[in-house]
């Protein structure tokens, strides 16, 4: 199937996962800011140590030129370049008040991969690679390095690898030996019709009258799971669906949360909305009809609008309800931990 070559679809695609690296390639490269970068010259030699010392952690001993500096961000932003296994643009971003270095984000260019990478991760990413199968063969554009120093960060990722090509990404978690995951983005139109029916029917049968179109299609593959998940441009409704089974592993619409404001929800849930039996009553149609599976013999489990419900051996499904007792999201759990 076609891909989509869209700046908006890679920003949307990417935010799933990172907030900051496309943040800062876009504001070192946005010449609105230029007027506020000055030389790094103007870097204190201890920081420059510091930053440098970052640098040397990830690439090891090469030739690093510190470029500009903007103070105007808090932390200050510094750019600069990476000469040696290969060359790169990177950018930190550092905290004068604690003398630390935030993040580090390294640039490269797809052609020197076999130069920065050492062999043992090449072949472990080869190897990953073949897990697409029929689905599409990644296209390797570019790729980037990633550390943030700061749990509280803001990245679902803190050290890893990110490769990327045209509306599609591959990451690789280093503090997970090196785990990898990869995103596919993909126009509806150019989405299996079937597939596409599943996904809609689905959302209908959730029974919330609120309904958005969906905007595109991602195929994800992490650890043995291989999904395509629908979605709209705001997120608010989405559906999961196993790429070799066509089963559905989650749907949702959140145009049926209801409540104000935390204050609301805390009220509104500070009792079961629904007791386990009507919860089960409930639930059953749906989830028969959505996921194929009997309610028959599961228990529930009620924490504040999170009904689980359980049965030993079988799959676990997780309803969420809103303020009026209606089900806006189920999700299930197969036994083996394996949706695809």
Known sequence: MKKIVSLTAFVATMS????????????SNNLSLIESQESAEHLGSETKKLLSEELVK??????IQFTTIDTSFDPWVINGTIDGNGFAYFTQTYDPDTNRVASTHIMYDNADLDKVMDNALLLKLDAFLKTFEDEDI?????FWRFKANDPEHGHLLQNYWVIFGPSQQLYIDVDKGN??????????????????NIARNSLKTLGIPSVKAFDYTLFTV????MLWQYRDDDNLNYV?????????????????INWKNDTDFKKSFAKPKLSKNKALSLAAPTVRSIFGIKLNGYSVRIQNNEYTFTKKGATTLI????????????EALPDNGVRN
């Not at 990830?58 to 030739?63: C, H, P, R």
């Not at 990644?138 to 570019?142: A, D, E, N, P, T």
């Not at 999961?240 to 049926?256: M, R």
């Open 16 to 27: 799933l996962l990172l907030s900051a690296p496309l943040t800062l390639a876009a504001n």
């Open 58 to 63: 990830l690439v090891g001993k090469q030739n």
């Open 138 to 142: 990644f296209i390797k554009s570019g």
């Open 179 to 196: 785990q990898m995951s990869a995103i596919l983005q993909y126009k509806i139109d150019d989405s299996y019709a079937w597939m596409t």
């Open 222 to 225: 992490e650890g043995k799971d």
């Open 240 to 256: 999961h669906i196993g790429s070799k089974t066509g089963k559905v592993w989650k749907v949702t619409n959140e145009l049926g």
């Open 319 to 330: 309803g969420k309800i809103n303020t009026k007792g209606a089900f806006y999201s189920f």
